[in-house]
């Protein structure tokens, strides 16, 4: 899934970015409000973690124009007011979720697994399609009881596929749910992950679950027993 961080002081920034990053979630950076706001409009995100204090434009009226323009994606608001005016506020101009600081870290991924469980996984932490599960706690996949190892980005792909079990899925849609901003648009990459991910995913089991939409793109689905 990719997420936006908008927010100014750089520690925080790359402490952020890093940390989600491990937790495999395609990270794109803007350390203004007017730049946040910018990359909200031109890409598409799953989340955004909005620091209140921004310069140019503050989180609140990043959010507020969010939300006039019809922008639904999720926004989780970080900021060091924690008066309960100042969460109500928040809330009132359309965050979905409201995080002070300081705050630990295993909270706000635990706040952001919380939202984007939303209409996705149906209030579980556990994807699943056939034999296949995979944990978004641990980040652990079985098949039919069989640990698959993957890496970041096999991961990553593989999340996007449960989250949008039986939904033919564009490569462009692929880019910019699993890819940051810097992925070349004119490059293999996403053919090559995919083909990683289907050699481990359906390799040595009787049914397939990731197909080819020939000229459309990717679909995983249990096939019907014969």
Same mark, same amino acid.
């Given at each position: 899934?990719?997420?936006?961080?908008?927010?100014?002081?750089?520690?925080?920034?790359?402490?952020? /970015?890093?940390?989600?990053?491990?937790?495999?979630?395609?990270?794109?950076?803007?350390?203004?409000?007017?730049?946040?706001?910018?990359?909200?409009?031109?890409?598409?995100?799953?989340?955004?973690?909005?620091?209140?204090?921004?310069?140019?434009?503050?989180?609140? +009226?990043?959010?507020?124009?969010?939300? +006039?323009?019809?922008?639904?994606?999720?926004?989780?608001?970080? /900021?060091?007011?924690?008066?309960?005016?100042?969460?109500?506020?928040?809330?009132?101009?359309?965050?979905?979720?409201?995080?002070?600081?300081?705050?630990?870290?295993?909270?706000?991924?635990?706040?952001?697994?919380?939202?984007?469980?939303?209409?996705?996984?149906?209030?579980?932490?556990?994807?699943?399609?056939?034999?296949?599960?995979?944990?978004?706690?641990?980040? +652990?996949?079985?098949?039919?009881?069989?640990?698959?190892?993957?890496?970041?980005?096999?991961?990553?792909?593989?999340?996007?596929?449960?989250?949008?079990?039986?939904?033919?899925?564009?490569? /462009? +849609?692929?880019?910019?749910?699993?890819?940051?901003?810097?992925?070349?648009?004119?490059?293999?990459?996403?053919?090559?992950?995919?083909?990683?991910?289907?050699?481990?995913?359906?390799?040595?089991?009787?049914?397939?679950?990731?197909?080819?939409?020939?000229?459309?793109?990717?679909?995983?689905?249990?096939?019907?027993?014969?």
């Amino acid at each position: 899934m990719r997420i936006l961080v908008v927010e100014d002081e750089p520690k925080v920034a790359r402490f952020l /970015t890093r940390g989600l990053e491990e937790e495999f979630y395609a990270v794109d950076v803007a350390h203004d409000g007017e730049a946040g706001l910018y990359l909200a409009e031109i890409n598409h995100y799953d989340l955004i973690v909005l620091d209140w204090m921004l310069p140019k434009k503050d989180g609140l +009226q990043v959010l507020q124009e969010l939300r +006039q323009r019809g922008s639904q994606t999720l926004v989780l608001l970080l /900021t060091a007011r924690d008066a309960v005016k100042d969460r109500i506020r928040g809330l009132d101009c359309g965050a979905d979720d409201y995080l002070t600081k300081p705050f630990v870290f295993e909270e706000l991924l635990a706040r952001i697994r919380a939202l984007l469980r939303r209409g996705h996984s149906g209030g579980t932490n556990l994807l699943r399609v056939a034999d296949l599960t995979l944990d978004l706690v641990t980040h +652990q996949v079985t098949r039919n009881g069989t640990a698959i190892v993957l890496t970041p980005k096999e991961y990553a792909l593989l999340e996007y596929f449960l989250r949008n079990t039986g939904k033919i899925i564009t490569k /462009t +849609q692929i880019s910019e749910h699993v890819w940051d901003e810097h992925l070349d648009p004119f490059s293999n990459v996403i053919e090559v992950y995919v083909h990683y991910l289907r050699d481990k995913v359906d390799r040595g089991f009787a049914r397939p679950l990731i197909h080819t939409v020939r000229g459309v793109g990717y679909l995983l689905k249990e096939e019907p027993t014969p």
